[in-house]
């Protein structure tokens, strides 16, 4: 009977491990708001004295026609500090009640070529609250002028960009949509369901994160929602601050200040953080200043590695170049400079010479 050794045996392969930097992260768990040092009582009576500061106003301004009915109201985050770096890619925060109707505020998407594949893939997944789809090749060619731009700025009230054609299409529109507070949000058009995608896209308002402390949210306008719809979004909108802003390590104690306020009127604060109690004048602590030190003499030793290594390499290149044929390169270029300077002596002493000698006048001569 032959036996088999333990080396014969074929072991199986160790299982494929996935690199941290690739591993999807786990959906951060949004609070509750009973959790947060918020105020819902505060909440509601600023909400309820906006709404009526805003009905007293359109009773007062009733005869003008040009004044819009409509108001759009906004929550407006400050920070204890800085972001390190600005967040180009808009934040999308779900409401339970969406800020547009795509019934009566158009939904442009931008989609990779061919424009007509995905206008198919609309239609076919009965999607049909985005009112107009323009691909790529579309958007450069017939919207390079910037009348053109602007026409199609004012089409839509929201924008939808397919996520694999980001780049280029902000490129194509340039800065016009982002200074309008319509800058393209980008949304994954090759998921299975695709109708799922864009409601959520559509049903959710967005904040972009720049390098400032200030920023606002649209949580609703006066047109569209009841009092109670706009209490509702902005209590869903308040806890979700503690995990998307993009300081993962603060949480909601990044936040110093909280008020409301529609486009027009004064903001009304619903929370704010004593400038004594962890306010945003309050020191660094003795850790942040360690590290903060240890990188910076880490980037002074590095500058000075390198600058010694440059120094170096020219201390090389010059041996090298004086060890050819002589003198080399470098004596070629002393000879140079020594028979520069020969030539110039020798003309200066010709033009001193020459200046001390009188002119002659010239003798006019004599006419015929």
Do not use: W
């Not at 300081?247 to 529609?262: A, E």
């Not at 360690?290 to 990188?295: G, L, R, T």
């Not at 090298?320 to 030539?343: E, F, H, N």
Request: aromatic fraction near 4%; include cysteine; charged fraction near 30%.
């Amino acid at each position: 009977m032959a036996s088999t050794s333990k080396a014969s045996i074929a072991q199986p392969p160790p299982p494929l491990l996935k690199p941290k930097s690739i591993i999807p992260n786990a959906p951060a768990v949004v609070p509750s708001f009973e959790s947060l040092p918020v105020n819902k009582i505060q909440v509601e009576k600023a909400l309820t004295a906006l709404l009526a500061h805003l009905e007293k106003a359109k009773s007062k301004f009733s005869f003008d026609l040009l004044q819009d009915e409509q108001h759009k109201l906004s929550l407006v985050v400050g920070l204890k500090k800085v972001p390190s770096r600005p967040v180009h890619k808009p934040i999308r925060l779900p409401l339970k009640h969406a800020l547009i109707n795509p019934k009566e505020s158009p939904v442009t998407l931008f989609v990779k070529d061919p424009q007509r594949q995905y206008k198919d893939l609309l239609e076919t997944s009965d999607i049909n609250f985005i009112s107009r789809v323009v691909g790529l090749d579309k958007l450069r060619n017939k919207h390079k002028t910037f009348e053109a731009k602007r026409a199609l700025l004012k089409e839509a009230e929201l924008f939808l960009v397919d996520d694999r054609v980001v780049i280029e299409v902000g490129k194509a529109i340039g800065k016009m949509f982002r200074e309008a507070n319509k800058q393209p949000v980008p949304t994954t058009i090759t998921r299975k369901d695709l109708k799922a995608e864009l409601e959520r896209a559509v049903s959710a308002t967005y904040v972009q994160v720049n390098t400032g402390t200030t920023f606002s949210i649209k949580f609703g306008s006066t047109g569209l929602h009841t009092p109670e719809q706009l209490l509702d979004n902005l209590l869903c909108v308040i806890p979700q601050l503690a995990v998307r802003l993009p300081f993962p390590n603060d949480g909601f104690d990044i936040i110093q200040t909280l008020h409301i306020k529609s486009t027009h009127s004064t903001a009304l604060p619903i929370y704010n953080v004593s400038l004594d109690d962890q306010g945003r004048f309050k020191g660094p602590s003795q850790a942040e200043i360690e590290v903060v030190q240890a990188k910076k003499e880490e980037k002074e030793r590095l500058a000075l590695e390198k600058q010694k290594k440059e120094l170096e390499k020219e201390k090389r290149r010059i041996e090298r170049s004086a060890t050819k044929t002589g003198k080399g390169r470098a004596g070629k270029r002393d000879a140079d400079a020594v028979a520069a300077a020969a030539a110039v002596q020798e003309v200066e002493p010709v033009q001193a010479v020459e200046a001390e000698q009188p002119k002659k006048k010239k003798s006019k001569k004599s006419k015929d």
